[in-house]
């Protein structure tokens, strides 16, 4: 059982954009959101406007950035990647991202995970929303980064295949 999800920037960003921050907060036990991911966020402010929005969102649950173990640093991961999986190793937590890599890093730790379409889908399972297909191609179009097909084949998972 995990007692926090460590979110990252992107889907932070991402459910700003969609105005569903509110998903994360009704699906986590507890959030944390290392510093460094506070930072990333609030550099794509003047090029973003919903990143206004996350930043005073994410704010709220910020934590200051813990050291980055060799196991973690060796992986050459971005900072907040790092901070997140770092924070992860500390207990009964669950990353929140979306890159790759970082998933994989994740994965080696034996650590529990969860991305954007996942938290969606998971919401659409818990009845927090009516359709998890609308709120996945908002996802996709403000810049989340995952094959149709992918998303075809987790709706189909979920009973709202085509």
């Not at 995970?113 to 818990?126: E, T």
């Not at 191609?137 to 709202?160: C, F, P, T, W």
């Amino acid at each position: 059982m995990t007692d926090a999800w460590v979110i990252n920037a992107s889907p932070i960003i991402l459910y700003a954009r969609i105005g569903r921050l509110d998903v994360i907060e009704r699906l986590a036990p507890r959030v944390i959101v290392p510093a460094t991911v506070i930072e990333e966020i609030q550099a794509g402010i003047r090029n973003d406007g919903t990143a206004k929005e996350a930043t005073a969102w994410a704010i709220q649950y910020q934590q200051p950035d813990i050291s980055i173990p060799t196991t973690v640093e060796r992986w050459d991961l971005g900072p907040g990647e790092s901070q997140v999986i770092s924070f992860c190793l500390q207990g009964e937590r669950c990353a929140v991202l979306d890159d790759r890599m970082a998933r994989r890093c994740i994965s080696a730790h034996g650590l529990q995970m969860i991305g954007s379409l996942g938290m969606i889908l998971r919401a659409r399972k818990l009845g927090l929303i009516d359709a998890a297909r609308p709120w996945v191609y908002k996802l996709k179009d403000e810049g989340m980064y995952v094959e149709v097909s992918l998303i075809e084949r987790a709706l189909s998972a979920i009973g709202e295949g085509q």
